[in-house]
């Protein structure tokens, strides 16, 4: 039986990652799965500490080419409600940044992943489903779909919401449902979109286009099923009347591109992150509507943790070190899924308080530039912008 310091299951994008990351870190890794679908028409945004991170593991430079900067972030209320908000426009260069971020095809993603993560001498690929997963004391057994096992230290599941990884340690989920289905696609548009991004408030949902290289966008368009169904059968022509009419022509003339997916919208978040000598990280771990750019850059975000933990030492892994990482990512996590899911729901409710609390915070955020410059801190960083606020204080004192 072959043996591996760190087994990853899942070679999505968050599951390619971790290989690359915890290998360049010195261990020795198997990565389990099938070849990952590089039909995927989605985009991901990633933001400035996500990008940075990727170049730090020399990914970069082969992704910028695909890539699009967000330097404008601005929100605008599309409901037909009595009570609606004033547009909010976040500006990357208030904060002394060329972009808050940059949006990337996630097929374009995939294919450097796949590249680095053949040419990395750390990482051994099996090209298999996992078909058992046994988390013991000592190690852990993974039987891949022919028969054959390996054995490694520890476990990294990034096998999605139905993830084997989590259900063989044990742990549980809490899940919810949207009555809500995202439209996806990608479109080109006559006039330039100027590297902004605009995200539409309606009363179904977020209505959200990221800018692609070139005069090209990409439509997140939250909307009930029946219409998500509608929309998808229309002829390519219909619906990019549809889409220019929803984005209020601000991109000019728009011609919506083949390839028009749907994915209905779902919650998920683990009862726990880690344990024992496993971890869960993207989708196994967490789920939640495309709001606010938060999904990969969250997953990213326990890459880093479980780097830090993993391969900050040559030793061999604690048999505790999935309980670490549960602890070190849960205040994220539940941050993060708490706010995405509250904001989604705001734009649900019917209630005139309800409605009245979210416009009123964006009036704030639009009238008062620290509290702005605080939450683009924080969307870029988490914790950068908290933990900021002692040294601003003091500066001000000073002055």
């Given amino acids: 039986m072959d043996r591996f310091d760190i087994t990853v299951i899942g070679a999505g994008l968050a599951g390619n990652i971790a290989a690359i990351a915890l290998a360049r870190g010195g261990r020795k890794v198997a990565l389990v799965a099938p070849r990952s679908d590089t039909n995927d028409r989605r985009t991901t945004a990633l933001m400035e500490q996500s990008i940075r991170y990727i170049d730090r593991l020399g990914l970069w430079e082969a992704i910028r080419p695909a890539a699009a900067r967000l330097s404008t972030m601005q929100i605008i209320d599309g409901t037909k409600r009595l009570l609606r908000a004033p547009p909010v426009a976040f500006r990357s260069s208030e904060i002394n940044l060329e972009a808050f971020g940059y949006n990337i095809p996630n097929a374009a993603l995939l294919a450097v992943l796949d590249e680095a993560v053949a040419g990395e001498a750390n990482i051994a690929v099996f090209p298999s489903n996992a078909a058992a997963v046994e988390v013991r004391d000592d190690a852990v057994a993974v039987t891949l779909a022919k028969g054959t096992s390996i054995a490694a230290d520890f476990v990294v ?46 009363d179904h949902g977020p209505c959200t286009q990221v800018p692609l290289p070139g005069d090209r966008s990409s439509l997140v368009w939250v909307v009930e099923p029946a219409e998500a169904e509608r929309l998808v059968s229309l002829p390519l022509d219909q619906l990019s009347r549809l889409v220019e009419e929803r984005l209020a022509s601000l991109l000019g003339k728009v011609s919506v591109e083949d390839g028009v997916q749907s994915w209905p919208l779902s919650g998920l978040t683990a009862k726990r992150y880690g344990k024992g000598r496993a971890a869960f990280i993207g989708e196994a771990a967490h789920a939640f509507p495309p709001i606010g750019a938060q999904g990969l850059n969250l997953s990213l975000r326990d890459v880093m943790a479980l780097e830090d933990l993993l391969c900050r030492s040559d030793k061999p892994i604690d048999a505790h070190a999935g309980d670490a990482f549960d602890r070190k990512r849960r205040a994220d996590v539940w941050s993060r899924t708490a706010s995405v899911d509250l904001l989604n729901r ?45 040294s601003r204080l003091r500066e001000k004192i000073r002055r």
Wanted: proline residues 9%.
């Fill in 157 to 202: 599941g990034a096998d999605g919401r139905r993830s084997r990884t989590r259900e063989s340690a044990g742990v549980g989920i809490h899940t919810w449902s949207y009555p809500q289905t995202a439209v996806v696609l990608n479109f080109g548009h006559s006039l330039p979109h100027r590297n902004v991004s605009t995200e539409f408030h309606t």
């Fill in 346 to 390: 705001s734009l649900l409710s019917p209630f005139l308080p309800v409605q009245m609390v979210r416009a009123a915070g964006l009036h704030v955020l639009a009238s008062i530039p620290p509290l702005r410059h605080l939450v683009m801190q924080e969307g870029v960083a988490p914790g950068f912008g908290l933990s900021g606020i002692p």
